[in-house]
């Protein structure tokens, strides 16, 4: 089974940025996709940004070419850096790990976006 932690969030004014941290542990040898998803009050969980143990990543449309999602492998820490922040990306973020027994989640971090 795979534990996961999220840090990072916080306050930040519209145009700014953040870097969200996800930390693994338990099997975490088995994972082979990362995910980072986002649920903002009233409305469905979203994928945010995937990668893989491969190296390959998937943004949501919304997200291209403002929100990078990166690996440290010797940390076991996945990352989104999260630039040109809008008040729409206010929401609560969440790490998504799959893993060939299931899928785990953390347990979130808010992110708001607001002057």
């Known amino acids: 089974q795979v534990q996961l932690v999220e840090s990072g969030g916080g306050l930040v004014q519209p145009g700014g940025s953040l870097r969200l941290s996800c930390t693994a542990s338990?099997?975490?040898?088995?994972?082979?996709?990362i995910g980072w998803y986002r649920q903002a009050p009233g409305k469905q969980r979203e994928l945010v940004a995937q990668i893989t143990s491969g190296g390959s990543t998937n943004y949501a449309d919304s997200m291209k070419g403002r929100f990078t999602i990166s690996r440290d492998n010797a940390k076991n820490t996945w990352f989104l850096q999260m630039n040109s922040l809008k008040p729409e990306d206010t929401a609560v973020y969440y790490c998504?790990?799959?893993?060939?027994?299931?899928?785990?989640w953390g347990q979130g971090t808010q992110v708001t976006v607001s002057s």
């Open positions: 998504n790990a799959k893993d060939f027994a299931g899928t785990s």
């Open positions: 338990g099997s975490i040898v088995s994972i082979y996709v």
